[in-house]
Structures are given as C-alpha cells and as structure tokens.
C-alpha cells in the first residue's frame, strides 16, 4: 500500500511570489484535503477535494485554491505570497463515504517566505 | 464552532513514568474523536479514535476514553519510552459529510532515560 507523498520537502518563496504544492493520495483513496500547520500550532484545514471539485473549505482567503486531478492526486496552489503563510502544508487523503474513515498525512511541504 | 483545547507542554518524563494529556473539545454535535502523533520532521500519524461516548481507543499501549459529559478525550499511558517523545494532538471530526479535522495545539512529550 503506497503512502501519501508530498513534494517538495521543502521551498524557499519570495513575498509576491506564487508556489504550488502536489500531493499523491494513497492507493484506494478518493478525496484529498490540505492543512496548513503553522510553527507550534495545530493544523488548520484549508480545504477538501472528492470528485475533482472543491466539497468543503476553511477560513482561508480565495488566493488559497486547489485542484485534484482523475488519478485523486492534488496540487495546493497560493497566490501572492505572504510572509504569515510560512508553515508546513500537510496533505491527507481518505476515502469519502466512511465518515469513520481516518484521514492519512503525509509529511509535509515546508514552506518559508522571505 | 467548534474547537479542541490541550493542556500545554511540553510535558517532561522520566522512562517508565505515568502519562496523562488532557484534552477537552466543543462541539454542537456529537463528533467523532482521535488523538494524533507527529514525531520530528514527519507528519500525523493516527494514535487513536473513538466515535461515540464511552468507546475507549487505544493503541501501542496509549488510551482514550470519549467522556460526552465532561466533553474531554484524556490520552494516557501506563509507562513511556524514550520513544513516544513526539507531539500529540487531539481533533475533533463533526461528521457533517465531509471529514474535516479540528486540531488543538498540540502537546510536546518529552521523555528521558
């Protein structure tokens, strides 16, 4: 049973600038969602991805947007980066339709803006 | 909404020591409850769940009991190793149709030999 992979490990982005995140879900899962962890905080969820759409997000504002393609991998997309959206980015996947279903991590985009 | 609050850390220990983390939630609804662990530079891994009150999750000799009327998910453990050193959460799942976890803080473990 593959995991769920995350790349890259880590990212060095610029204020301003744009970053893309992507995340492989594990096998036999069909829905994705994304959490920002900032340093010494617990994750905060971002957004939910099933059938390639958008089922459910959080307190976060438009310029946080996803996507999750045929093969239930996804990619995290931020827009004009700022310097409080360092943290680590944590992908889990999970199988919609078990409400008991647990969520499964991978390990984490580190994402630093200077 | 909804929250979780943990007592703070970190919680320091010698091996073999009693281990208690306190964990409280709100919720409107009746969630869904999971304690996580995250050891350094990787992230969660499920510890335990319980989905209803009473249900005592456990697992690797750690334990949690859903207390619907006191509203807390206490993680204990009778005797530590060096290896449980790692960060702890506790989240919540409301079960509204889409699983979305509630985090708290989390709790730093630290144990020593």
């Known amino acids: 049973e593959t995991g769920v992979t995350q790349s890259p490990t880590h990212l060095i982005k610029t204020r301003g600038q744009q970053v893309t995140l992507r995340c492989s879900s594990q096998?036999?899962?069909?829905?994705v969602s994304w959490y920002q962890q900032a340093l010494g905080q617990g994750p905060q969820f971002i957004f939910q991805y099933y059938r390639e759409e958008e089922n459910g997000r959080g307190n976060f504002p438009p310029r946080f947007s996803g996507l999750q393609f045929p093969n239930y991998s996804s990619e995290l997309n931020v827009n004009a980066l700022e310097l409080d959206d360092s943290a680590l980015y944590l992908c889990a996947s999970s199988l919609a339709g078990d409400s008991n279903s647990p969520l499964h991590f991978g390990n984490g985009t580190r994402l630093t803006v200077t | 909404g909804d929250s979780v609050t943990q007592m703070e850390g970190p919680v320091t220990l010698s091996e073999e020591a009693f281990l208690t983390i306190n964990c409280t939630y709100t919720?409107?609804?009746?969630?869904?409850l999971f304690w996580y662990v995250q050891y350094p530079g990787e992230g969660l891994q499920l510890l335990l769940k319980?989905?209803?009150?009473?249900d005592k999750g456990s697992n690797k000799g750690f334990e949690a009991t859903y207390r619907k009327e006191t509203t807390s998910f206490h993680l204990e453990k009778g005797s530590v190793q060096v290896s449980d050193s790692a960060v702890y959460f506790c989240a919540l799942s409301d079960r509204t149709g889409f699983q979305k976890l509630v985090f708290g803080t989390g709790t730093r473990l630290l144990v020593s030999p």
């Open positions: 919720a409107t609804g009746y969630p869904s």
């Open positions: 096998s036999g899962h069909n829905t």
């Open positions: 319980a989905t209803k009150a009473d």
